[in-house]
């Protein structure tokens, strides 16, 4: 059974930091990429960031470019995102995600999500 936990989410003052975490668990067959989502409230999940499992390709949204910074550690199939000078329009339920291929489809898995709260 797949599972991904995140955590490291919190509240932190405009322009703090933090560092959240995704520890996949369980079998793959053959990860293509690793990323984040979030998702504020009464709007929909949106792509924050993604990782290539081979590679290490990254890609990002527009409005978190040059402060937030996604990486991996395949050895233990752990996925982070540094997130730096936080705003306010940053608070989201951030959802950690990973695509796998097995039998030529693709399976896409999610963490439950952590809450990061960006207030003065």
């Known amino acids: 059974q797949v599972q991904l936990v995140e955590s490291g989410g919190g509240l932190v003052q405009p322009g703090g930091s933090l560092r959240l975490s995704c520890a996949a668990s369980?079998?793959?067959?053959?990860?293509?990429?690793m990323g984040w989502y979030r998702q504020a409230p009464g709007k929909g999940r949106e792509l924050v960031a993604t990782?290539?499992?081979?590679?290490?390709?990254?890609n990002y949204r527009e409005s978190v470019k040059g402060r937030f910074s996604i990486s991996r550690d395949n050895a233990k199939d752990m996925v982070y995102l540094q997130m730096n000078s936080l705003k306010p329009e940053d608070t989201a339920v951030y959802y950690c995600?990973?695509?796998?291929?097995?039998?030529?489809?693709?399976?896409?898995?999610w963490g439950q999500g952590t809450q990061v709260t960006v207030s003065s």
């Open positions: 990782i290539t499992y081979v590679g290490g390709s990254t």
């Open positions: 369980g079998r793959f067959q053959s990860i293509v990429d």
């Open positions: 995600n990973v695509n796998d291929l097995k039998g030529g489809f693709k399976y896409v898995y």
